[in-house]
T-cell receptor, first 116, second 115 residues
């Protein structure tokens, strides 16, 4: 089983609908992240959380919200989806960086969202 | 403003030869740099990292070089294998002194290793 699991893997929805992407992890990490990948733009940070009580906006948080239900669960919501939110979404986790190996991000397999 | 740039969107290399993937950055305060590899339909996976206080880190066929004066890092894969065909992302970590550790990714380079 994957250490970082995302559901759904694929979703097609219509403009104006509410969508939730869920992420769960078994790595025991405190830090969780949501990224969005668009062609030619790399991975852009939407939201991140360093523990259950800590939620922070990333570079492109407008139109998104998150919920950290537990250490292992971090959900991303699109309250009213629009076509330019069509993208590949990744959840990731990390431990506190330190030492010669800076905190490695562990990614889920991605959720492909299409907004018509 | 793109703080981490990968100017080559794609690269083709013959099997057995060296693959060199490049990355430029603008922020001299980055603490660490990482390379990730991504296959289709999978999430990115960590490949190798380097601290800003070093200029080279090697792990098997993969070596990362950091040139701080040029704000440039490169990933060398020797010898290249068909299984190395993937998209490679360069990433930088900032905010170490504050503990925030934000990861900033480049746009990726698609490597194709030809058999």
């Amino acid at each position: 089983d994957a250490d970082v699991t995302q559901t759904p893997r694929n979703r097609i929805t219509k403009t104006g609908k509410r969508i939730m992407l869920e992420c769960s992890q078994t790595k025991g990490h405190d830090r969780m992240y949501w990224y969005r990948q668009d062609p030619g733009l790399g991975l852009q940070l939407i939201y991140y959380s360093f523990d259950v009580k800590d939620i922070n906006k990333g570079e492109i948080s407008d139109g998104y919200s998150v919920s950290r239900q537990a250490q292992a669960k971090f959900s991303l919501s699109l309250e009213s989806a629009i076509p330019n939110q069509t993208a590949l979404y990744f959840c990731a986790t990390s431990d506190l960086p330190g030492g010669p190996d800076a905190g490695e991000l562990f990614f889920g397999e991605g959720s492909r969202l299409t907004v018509l | 403003d793109q703080q981490v740039k990968q100017n080559s969107p794609s690269l083709s290399v013959q099997e057995g030869r060296i693959s060199i993937l490049n990355c430029d950055y603008t922020n001299s305060m980055f603490d660490y740099f990482l390379w990730y590899k991504k296959y289709p339909a999978e999430g990115p996976t960590f490949l190798i990292s380097i601290s800003s206080i070093k200029d080279k880190n090697e792990d098997g066929r993969f070596t990362v070089f950091l040139n701080k004066s040029a704000k440039h890092l490169s990933l060398h894969i020797v010898p290249s294998q068909p299984g190395d065909s993937a998209v490679y992302f360069c990433a930088a970590i900032s905010g170490g002194t504050s503990g925030t550790y934000k990861y900033i990714f480049g746009t990726g380079t698609r490597l194709k290793v030809l058999a």
